[in-house]
């Protein structure tokens, strides 16, 4: 699918991966009049150390010089190429509930390169109706539709008890990648991949971070 | 403002804190008829090695035999009291639109001892309203509001170019963390936890998956 050559690690572990999203997320804010970011300065953004920033980006090539920095320009670059987001990801939403129609203003995902080209539901009040420039379609139409879409990504924004049976068919319609914001672990077929945002998790830490930890910010 | 001893290791570092989050939300999910849970059953739902969940649950005490596995309740128990999420939390929702909406009706938050006990909105229009049984008071009116309520935690839902302006006004009503959504780095001042929930990072890891790795689930 991909017109570009592999990334140098395509065994990057999940948090190596994560990681590098946060490096390239802070790369351009920490950029200096000289156009480069130093590892402190990402190690700090990042929360981790400036030798694993160092290690990190090794695995990149040949892109800072000690006591210079990274070129941001070129780290951006094999950063966005190493994550695979130096592309378009066209994406399909499905549940166009309060958390839906949130997600579709959010304008972190079109800054970001994905972009929501249709969107689903099964409630038949919301079927039919236009949100956002996007009629929606009910949940039967998504076999036909993403082809049609030439979507890969899928947002699952449905309440809990309809998630396993609208995650199924999302991945029978042959989507690659579900984003999944209901809390339940989805087990999709091999071939589908399942990003859950669990925001109770992320609560959890934040309750540990204000009774344990100093706060980082 | 806890009554409970530290943690054996108040520093746990985030990335370990997550995955004992992770741990507990899997621990009870994967109990067997003798109420026992493996590290390798752990190892295989959170995505790291069993290995790495001994050296993990290793920190909590003497929970496990080997051979035999994890107590279940006994870990739950442990892994609660760490994280410091052995108790409930009151917290606020500041930005009552389609996410913070979202937000309210999101069972998870209450089933993990979350209890959103204050709505605040800075739109003149949506001041005032009731949502989900609370009643819509003025960003104002944080300050005063935050002790009545006795709330630690604020949910910070506005998008981005209130952000700043909001979370400072949640800080200095003494909330002790803040959880973000708007797609922006706070800077807030020491003793303020802010968890940032990044919504486009998220995506670019699913994208990541889809592309160069095996499907996880």
Not at 77 to 86: E, I, K, N, S
Not at 153 to 160: C, E
Not at 175 to 186: E, I, T
Request: no cysteine; glycine share 10%; net charge positive.
């Amino acid at each position: 699918m991909s017109d570009h050559p592999p990334p140098p690690d395509s065994r990057l572990s999940p948090a190596a991966a994560r990681r590098l999203s946060e490096y390239l997320r802070f790369a351009r804010a920490l950029t200096s009049i000289d156009g480069t970011v130093s590892s402190v300065e990402l190690a700090g953004a990042v929360g981790v150390s400036a030798a694993q920033v160092r290690r990190d980006l090794a695995t990149l090539g040949h892109l800072g010089q000690r006591g210079v920095g990274y070129d941001a320009a070129g780290l951006v670059a094999a950063l966005r190429r190493t994550l695979g987001v130096d592309r378009r990801w066209r994406a399909v939403l499905v549940g166009v509930g309060n958390l839906g129609r949130a997600l579709l203003k959010y304008r972190g995902f079109a800054d970001h390169g994905f972009e929501i080209v249709g969107l689903f539901d099964t409630a038949p009040a919301t079927v039919g109706t236009t949100v956002e420039g996007l009629t929606v379609e009910p949940v039967s139409a998504l076999a036909a539709a993403v082809g049609r879409l030439r979507a890969e990504l899928g947002v699952l924004a449905v309440p809990a008890d309809a998630a396993h049976a609208v995650a199924e068919a999302m991945a029978a319609a042959g989507l690659r990648g579900v984003m999944n914001f209901a809390p339940v672990r989805l087990r999709l077929p091999r071939g589908v991949s399942v990003v859950t945002v669990d925001l109770a998790l992320q609560m959890e830490q934040l309750a540990f971070a204000v009774q344990f930890r100093d706060p980082t910010g």
